[in-house]
């Protein structure tokens, strides 16, 4: 079956420390890969998505590489912003199907 | 302009009550979607439609019946609702014939509290 497995949080950091929040997947095929970003109070927002192997998805200082050798998506930034504070979930979408699958999720704080 | 629109935010209401949850999207998608997210914030697919059809039902009680009157709105109803039955319940959509790297596009949620 499908799955996607996400570090599990919370994780806490100083303003303008590494963020990495590491995501592995299992899946049929080649699925597409997908960072969603969840702020207090509101619905999930795409943050960047890969569609192919070494595909780099980048938005708003954050990144993430599609690798295909490691089923891996890790998310990184290089300096996170107290503005980042939120829950992040990484997604698969195998093949041709519709819906996503969605890992547990990771809070993040980010302290000043 | 809201491109997902979920109504009401908030719902509260007692064990046993019948409830219905709204969605309409503006983004001319054909396919829509709910999610329930528990209090882990863990999310799971309940139900998908595409162009008002059925297409995906998850292992969710029949007291959860999906509607879709048009490609542009989904609505949940549910029955008889149960402590259980709490949770933050998300609707989404997206285009289909972009299927494979086409995101999914969310509403706000709607805060479901049964007591």
């Known amino acids: 079956g499908n799955s996607v497995t996400q570090m599990e949080g919370p994780v806490t950091l100083s303003e303008e420390a590494f963020l990495t929040i590491n995501c592995t997947y299992t899946?049929?095929?080649?699925?597409?890969l997908f960072w969603y970003v969840q702020y207090p109070g509101e619905g999930l927002q795409l943050l960047l998505k890969a569609t192919k192997a070494d595909d780099k998805g980048s938005n708003k200082g954050f990144e993430a590489t599609y690798r295909k050798e490691t089923t891996s998506f890790h998310l990184e930034k290089g300096s996170v912003q107290v503005s980042d504070s939120a829950v992040y979930f990484c997604a698969l979408r195998p093949g041709s199907a519709r819906q996503l699958t969605f890992g547990s999720g990771t809070q993040l704080t980010v302290l000043p | 302009d809201t491109a997902v629109s979920q109504t009401p935010k908030y719902l509260v209401t007692q064990m046993g009550n019948d409830k219905s949850i709204k969605c309409e999207q503006n983004?001319?998608?054909?396919?829509m979607y709910w999610y329930k997210q528990d209090s882990k914030k863990f999310l799971k697919i309940m139900f998908s439609?595409?162009?008002?059809?059925?297409?995906i039902n998850e292992t969710v009680p029949n007291r959860f019946s999906p509607k879709s009157p048009d490609k542009a709105h989904l609505n949940l109803h549910i029955n008889s609702l149960e402590l259980g039955d709490s949770a933050v319940y998300f609707c989404?959509?997206?285009?289909?014939?972009?299927?494979?790297?086409?995101?999914?596009?969310f509403g706000n949620g709607t805060r479901l509290t049964v007591t």
């Open positions: 439609y595409n162009n008002k059809e059925l297409i």
């Open positions: 989404a959509s997206s285009r289909d014939r972009d299927r494979d790297n086409s995101p999914l596009h």
């Open positions: 899946a049929t095929g080649y699925p597409s």
């Open positions: 983004l001319g998608h054909d396919t």
